[in-house]
């Protein structure tokens, strides 16, 4: 079967670096994508990893692991505004998006 | 560009009525999906298109549900009747086919059914 796991939230402080982890086990596999939904609203894509290693964008960075089924995207200077849900999702073999159950991120002051 | 459009963003309804969600994709994309997120079960596929075709609807509850893309620019899910577990937010969400890892998603339709 295939599977998704994920915390069901993290707790992190304005400033500092969080990372949260996605672990999956699949079949077919061709990538790793992550969203953030803020409460309210839609989900937003950040970042894929279609390959071994690491991508960043800005604050956010996303790495993936194929040998170890695992990826996690790292926060950086975190900000208030990252208070939100952040999904991992990996592309099965259909090229159809598998979703985890969502990380709630909060974030203190 | 607009992102992706869908109407209304609330309904509110009784048991048993029928309900349709529309969907405008980007214009350019050629896959479309719908999904339903509740807090219970999280985001679920419900059934994607690709070039106006159904792909996968492996994820459609049951025949209450169906869904129509009759043009690249436009699609709707149907339910009827609907019913109180139908109750959630639901999302349409567009992408290039060859690219369904960055998928955009519109702002949801919160469905309450009474």
């Known amino acids: 079967g295939q599977s998704l796991e994920q915390p069901s939230e993290v707790t992190a402080v304005e400033g500092a670096i969080v990372q949260i982890n996605c672990t999956y086990q699949?079949?077919?596999?061709?990538?790793l994508s992550w969203y953030q939904q803020h409460d309210g609203g839609a989900p937003t894509f950040l970042s894929y990893n279609g390959l071994d290693g690491l991508e960043e964008t800005g604050r956010f960075s996303s790495f993936l692991s194929r040998s170890d089924s695992y990826g996690y995207l790292l926060l950086q200077e975190l900000q208030m505004k990252d208070s939100a849900s952040y999904f991992c999702a990996f592309m099965d073999s259909n090229y159809q998006l598998i979703w985890g159950a969502g990380t709630k991120l909060i974030i203190k002051p | 560009d607009a992102g992706v459009i869908q109407s209304p963003r609330h309904e509110v309804t009784e048991m048993g009525q029928e309900v349709t969600l529309r969907c405008k994709p980007i214009?350019?994309?050629?896959?479309l999906f719908w999904y339903r997120q509740t807090m219970m079960r999280g985001l679920e596929l419900l059934i994607y298109?690709?070039?106006?075709?159904?792909?996968?609807d492996s994820g459609m509850p049951e025949d209450r549900f169906s869904a129509k893309m009759p043009n690249a620019s436009f699609s709707t899910l149907k339910i009827q009747p609907s019913e109180p577990r139908d109750s959630a937010v639901y999302f349409c969400?567009?992408?290039?086919?060859?690219?369904?890892?960055?998928?955009?998603f519109g702002p949801g339709t919160r469905l309450l059914v009474l």
């Open positions: 969400a567009s992408s290039f086919q060859d690219r369904t890892e960055t998928q955009y």
């Open positions: 699949t079949s077919g596999f061709y990538g």
């Open positions: 298109f690709n070039n106006n075709v159904p792909i996968d």
């Open positions: 214009s350019g994309h050629n896959s």
